[in-house]
């Protein structure tokens, strides 16, 4: 696995598919500790966990950055930085400030919300 890649720009070579969702991906090794987890949780409860995020290219994490947060000069409880500009989320979920996140390593995933059990 190369490790000379900046966020965003995982190499296909590095990535590995999620079990049950063969579109979904992560850096290998942290396909592999999904995979395991996910069915430990299914052998002990019965629930096959799915996710709805994964491994994200710079443009999509800054899509999600822009789809929450918006430029504004004052007011706002979740504020960041980017590019110079001042954002403040206005809708939806945080997000981490595009280059910054987890997701960008490949490493990081949106487990589907199943509610209380």
Known sequence: MSTTYA?????ASDLAPLDGQPDAQLRADA??????????V???TG?????RGWNRTLAEQERFFHERYEPRKTGGTDVRWYKGVR?????????????????GWGVAIDVEDYGTV
């Open 7 to 11: 966020n965003g720009s995982v190499p």
């Open 31 to 40: 396909a592999a500790a999904w995979n395991r987890a996910r069915a430990a």
């Open 42 to 44: 299914t052998a002990r």
């Open 47 to 51: 629930i096959t966990l799915r996710v």
């Open 87 to 103: 954002y403040a989320r206005v809708r939806g979920a945080a997000a981490a400030i595009p280059g910054t996140s987890n997701h």
